[in-house]
């Protein structure tokens, strides 16, 4: 048998195909059972978290076993073969040793070095377990990756090099800044009750929150995680502290209502649709904007009650009356900083469109248009055309010789319209997302997501550290190979052993009866050296192809073992499932 994994994750499928493949609890269960049930493999295992699916099996057939997983993958993440295929790769024998070595390690994270994933990768083990669905190989190979893990986080300072992914989302919101500054006195909103949003509120709790509301489906989880909150970060002012923390918890229906208190939002539930939509978002941000846009125009905010926050018009391109104008006024309306008298309005018009559109200017009246009160200072007066006047002089003269207006070759600058600081901070750690992907447009709001972690932790740099755990990985991979080679030839040397203890009592049983008078004494005594004699030719033959078995293409001298001694394939076959059974019953927790 032969250990295969195959996979995709945040370094080989984009995010938006990551997020149609997750699984929920109940296809993870179904997938595990069929892989099983299939022809090729005979254990499984599924490693399945917020940014990778990684389906682990035992297989006899190489070629058959990663079309089947494949295919059950596709079958099961609902994603059809040809579109997922690309985003998938494999790893057979001990280059999949090698990639589960360094994924427990935190080498393959999206946020090197974060720990969380020991814990996704206990989870996995003991789900396999609970479905019967890991054998031997997969026990031992997800056993050793956790102590792998743990220590490459003892032994180095990877721990350094990157930070859970709670901790790198809520610094992304906090643009670079320090946390505690940041998250100090804001209230926050936690949805979900999981291991991800229990994390997060932990982590904003102990950054200096004023308050942290929790809501989930089940509202006792969501009760459960309020009490230990409060229990633990809620006590500090009586130890001198001001940064008291007060945890409640909210039912789900509660979170629309919730999110127009709060300052922060983190979401990571296992919904299979958007748990906060743009419109949502909009509404609890709506009313807190209108002040952040007055003071980004350095004008007073306008703090009348039942202002909606939003951004007035910008003013009209027009000079008012726009008859005669050969440009597509519709089309640059309400456009920040586009003049229609400017180069950019002319660039590449025929000579007689360019005329009509001088003399509209000459003859252009500005009686209809007036600056609006959202415009911005600074910008283009659309009632002055005088700034452009030696620009379109200059422009005819040009026509005139090459019979058109070269293409311009420098965008003309065009001022920004500034959008406002953030007033609500939302951190999607879902997947699928939790909160919709157009909330990145909404003024006021700042939303850090799976998608956007990955693109502000792909140019992290790597620490020292990292190698030392990379040379770890590498150590520990030699070392489960070895071992695992030994333990393939280990029921052929027991059956080889065994086969010799019963030549030996055969012989004592013949020599018994032709010298019935033989005392007791005497008869120990020859047994015990015939097994002395046995035992002497046995070892060193033994023990040699234990040590070249454990090397690299080791695996044919237990072949050649069974073949020179005419060993029992069933016999060996036997000592193998006794061996399996005793380590099931003696299997203890990771």
Same mark, same amino acid.
Not at 82 to 90: F, K, M
Not at 185 to 199: E, H, P, Q, T, W
Not at 411 to 423: D, I, N, S, Y
């Given at each position: 048998?032969?250990?295969?994994?195959?996979?995709?994750?945040?370094?080989?499928?984009?995010?938006?195909?990551?997020?149609?493949?997750?699984?929920?609890?109940?296809?993870?269960?179904?997938?595990?059972?069929?892989?099983?049930?299939?022809?090729?493999?005979?254990?499984?295992?599924?490693?399945?978290?917020?940014?990778?699916?990684?389906?682990?099996?035992?297989?006899?057939?190489?070629?058959?076993?990663?079309?089947?997983?494949?295919?059950?993958?596709?079958?099961?993440?609902?994603?059809?073969?040809?579109?997922?295929?690309?985003?998938?790769?494999?790893?057979?024998?001990?280059?999949?040793?090698?990639?589960?070595?360094?994924?427990?390690?935190?080498?393959?994270?999206?946020?090197?070095?974060?720990?969380?994933?020991?814990?996704?990768?206990?989870?996995?083990?003991?789900?396999?377990?609970?479905?019967?669905?890991?054998? $031997?190989?997969?026990?031992?190979?997800?056993?050793?990756?956790?102590?792998?893990?743990?220590?490459?986080?003892?032994?180095?300072?990877?721990?350094?090099?990157?930070?859970?992914?709670?901790?790198?989302?809520?610094?992304?919101?906090?643009?670079?800044?320090?946390?505690?500054?940041?998250?100090?006195?804001?209230?926050?909103?936690?949805?979900?009750?999981?291991?991800?949003?229990?994390?997060?509120?932990?982590?904003?709790?102990?950054?200096?929150?004023?308050?942290?509301?929790?809501?989930?489906?089940?509202?006792?989880?969501?009760?459960?995680?309020?009490?230990?909150?409060?229990?633990?970060?809620?006590?500090?002012?009586?130890?001198?502290?001001?940064?008291?923390?007060?945890?409640?918890?909210?039912?789900?229906?509660?979170?629309?209502?919730?999110?127009?208190?709060?300052?922060?939002?983190?979401?990571?539930?296992?919904?299979?649709?958007?748990?906060?939509?743009?419109?949502?978002?909009?509404?609890?941000?709506?009313?807190?904007?209108?002040?952040?846009?007055?003071?980004?125009?350095?004008?007073?905010?306008?703090?009348?009650?039942?202002?909606?926050?939003?951004?007035?018009?910008?003013?009209?391109?027009?000079?008012?009356?726009?008859?005669?104008?050969?440009?597509?006024?519709?089309?640059?309306?309400?456009?920040?900083?586009?003049?229609?008298?400017?180069?950019?309005?002319?660039?590449?018009?025929?000579?007689?469109?360019?005329?009509?559109?001088?003399?509209?200017?000459?003859?252009?009246?500005?009686?209809?248009?007036?600056?609006?009160?959202?415009?911005?200072?600074?910008?283009?007066?659309?009632?002055?055309?005088?700034?452009?006047?030696?620009?379109?002089?200059?422009?005819?003269?040009?026509?005139?010789?090459?019979?058109?207006?070269?293409?311009?070759?420098?965008?003309?600058?065009?001022?920004?319209?500034?959008?406002?600081?953030?007033?609500?901070?939302?951190?999607?750690?879902?997947?699928?997302?939790?909160?919709?992907?157009?909330?990145?447009?909404?003024?006021?709001?700042?939303?850090?997501?799976?998608?956007?972690?990955?693109?502000?932790?792909?140019?992290?740099?790597?620490?020292?550290?990292?190698?030392?755990?990379?040379?770890?990985?590498?150590?520990?991979?030699?070392?489960?190979?070895?071992?695992?080679?030994?333990?393939?030839?280990?029921?052929?040397?027991?059956?080889? $052993?065994?086969?010799?203890?019963?030549?030996?009592?055969?012989?004592?049983?013949?020599?018994?009866? $032709?010298?019935?008078?033989?005392?007791?004494?005497?008869?120990?005594?020859?047994?015990?050296?015939?097994?002395?004699?046995?035992?002497?030719?046995?070892?060193?033959?033994?023990?040699?192809?234990?040590?070249?078995?454990?090397?690299?293409?080791?695996?044919?001298?237990?072949?050649?073992?069974?073949?020179?001694?005419?060993?029992?394939?069933?016999?060996?076959?036997?000592?193998?499932?006794?061996?399996?059974?005793?380590?099931?019953?003696?299997?203890?927790?990771?």
């Amino acid at each position: 048998m032969s250990l295969l994994v195959v996979g995709l994750s945040h370094r080989s499928a984009p995010v938006s195909v990551l997020e149609r493949a997750s699984l929920n609890a109940d296809a993870q269960v179904k997938l595990l059972q069929d892989t099983v049930a299939a022809e090729p493999a005979t254990e499984a295992a599924l490693l399945a978290t917020c940014n990778r699916i990684e389906l682990y099996a035992d297989v006899d057939k190489f070629h058959a076993g990663v079309a089947e997983l494949s295919t059950l993958l596709a079958q099961h993440s609902g994603v059809g073969l040809e579109e997922l295929t690309p985003y998938l790769y494999v790893h057979y024998e001990d280059r999949a040793v090698h990639h589960l070595f360094s994924v427990a390690c935190g080498l393959d994270s999206m946020v090197v070095g974060e720990g969380q994933i020991l814990g996704q990768i206990k989870d996995s083990l003991a789900r396999a377990q609970d479905l019967h669905s890991a054998g $031997r190989l997969l026990n031992d190979l997800f056993q050793q990756a956790l102590r792998v893990g743990k220590r490459a986080h003892s032994e180095t300072g990877i721990d350094r090099a990157g930070q859970s992914l709670v901790t790198f989302g809520l610094e992304q919101l906090a643009q670079g800044g320090d946390i505690q500054e940041w998250a100090r006195g804001k209230k926050a909103l936690v949805i979900g009750a999981g291991s991800m949003s229990s994390l997060a509120a932990a982590t904003l709790a102990r950054a200096g929150v004023a308050e942290v509301v929790v809501a989930n489906r089940t509202f006792d989880r969501a009760e459960r995680l309020a009490h230990l909150l409060e229990e633990q970060y809620g006590q500090r002012l009586m130890e001198g502290d001001d940064t008291d923390v007060a945890a409640r918890a909210v039912p789900m229906e509660s979170v629309p209502a919730e999110l127009t208190r709060a300052d922060v939002a983190v979401s990571c539930t296992g919904a299979t649709g958007l748990v906060l939509t743009a419109e949502a978002v909009a509404a609890a941000a709506e009313g807190r904007t209108a002040v952040l846009w007055a003071e980004a125009d350095g004008e007073e905010p306008d703090r009348t009650p039942g202002t909606d926050g939003q951004r007035g018009n910008l003013p009209a391109t027009s000079l008012g009356n726009e008859d005669g104008c050969p440009l597509d006024l519709a089309s640059v309306q309400n456009t920040a900083g586009f003049s229609v008298l400017g180069e950019a309005a002319v660039a590449g018009m025929a000579a007689a469109d360019l005329e009509q559109h001088a003399a509209w200017v000459d003859n252009g009246t500005v009686g209809g248009a007036q600056r609006t009160a959202g415009a911005r200072p600074g910008t283009i007066d659309p009632l002055d055309p005088a700034p452009d006047a030696d620009a379109i002089a200059a422009l005819a003269a040009t026509v005139a010789t090459v019979g058109r207006i070269p293409e311009r070759r420098r965008p003309e600058p065009v001022e920004e319209a500034p959008r406002p600081q953030p007033v609500l901070f939302l951190l999607d750690l879902a997947m699928p997302r939790d909160i919709d992907a157009a909330v990145h447009r909404l003024a006021g709001v700042r939303l850090v997501d799976i998608e956007s972690l990955a693109e502000a932790s792909a140019g992290a740099p790597m620490a020292a550290d990292v190698d030392q755990v990379r040379r770890i990985v590498s150590d520990e991979v030699a070392a489960f190979g070895a071992a695992l080679r030994a333990a393939h030839i280990t029921p052929t040397v027991v059956a080889l $052993r065994t086969m010799a203890a019963d030549v030996v009592a055969g012989e004592i049983a013949r020599l018994d009866g $032709r010298l019935p008078g033989l005392d007791d004494k005497h008869r120990a005594e020859i047994t015990q050296t015939v097994r002395r004699v046995v035992d002497k030719l046995l070892h060193a033959p033994t023990v040699r192809v234990k040590q070249l078995a454990a090397e690299p293409g080791g695996a044919g001298y237990a072949d050649a073992l069974r073949t020179l001694f005419d060993l029992d394939p069933e016999t060996v076959a036997a000592v193998s499932r006794a061996e399996d059974s005793t380590t099931e019953k003696n299997r203890g927790p990771a």
